[in-house]
């Protein structure tokens, strides 16, 4: 990756690794195009539609330059060209979860008027919950805003799938604000149930998402 070069010129200029990859993912927009494809590909128009605000000329630059640093590829698919992360693309899930998990208290606030799309918590969830696990495996649907994901947790800890084939058996449909209060710990599984809807057992919700102290 040594002769990886921000596409734009622009460079820190420094020979350090933080400065480095910030010369590749640094620009505004930049890691939320990451975080709409580490869940999977998409179409162009479905970032366009997720990433409100971007303007087009800008989200083609954005893509451009992250395709010429290897960080994104093109696929070809049933429905065309879409937009997919490379290995090494893929590779910032990590240190994207642990930028998630420091700004999480920020979200204390409110949403506001700011934008959401359900598939978000794909990524947010996982960083989040690092550290639980289950033995024997679990799965739990969670339902937000007609989207579905399904959390896997087994001894290695959470991962997230948007979009599963299969409804799993335990679902808890409910607002963003309740699932995300429940992974940082401010909302009770009885009181996430009270306000939103569960189908199926309540303790699969206990064990993902484990009272503070427990």
């Known amino acids: 990756m040594e002769n990886i070069k921000h596409s734009s010129g622009r ?34 128009n479905e970032l366009k539609t997720s990433l409100a605000g971007i303007a087009t000329n800008l989200l083609a630059e954005r893509l451009r330059s992250l395709e010429g640093n290897g960080i994104v590829e093109r696929r070809l698919g049933d429905a065309g060209v879409l937009y997919a992360l490379t290995p090494w693309g893929a590779g910032l899930r990590e240190p994207m979860e642990a930028l998630g998990r420091w700004g999480a208290p920020l979200l204390a606030t409110g949403r506001g008027d700011d934008a959401f799309q359900p598939r978000w918590l794909a990524l947010a969830l996982p960083a989040m919950l ?28 959470p991962r997230a799938v948007a979009g599963p084939d299969a409804r799993p058996g335990t679902i808890l449909t409910a607002v963003p604000e309740i699932v995300i209060g429940l992974a940082a710990g401010t909302c009770t599984v009885e009181q996430a149930v009270s306000a939103g809807r569960l189908q199926g057992d309540a303790e699969v919700l206990r064990r993902v998402f484990p009272a503070p102290g427990a």
């Open 130 to 157: 690092r550290g639980v696990t289950a033995a024997p495996a679990l799965e739990l649907g969670l339902e937000v805003e007609g989207f579905l994901m399904v959390l896997h947790i087994d001894e290695n800890g």
């Open 11 to 44: 460079s820190y200029g420094q020979f350090c690794g933080l400065a480095r990859a910030l010369d590749v993912v640094g620009d505004r927009w930049n890691l939320l195009i990451v975080r709409e494809l580490l869940p999977g590909p998409l179409r162009y």
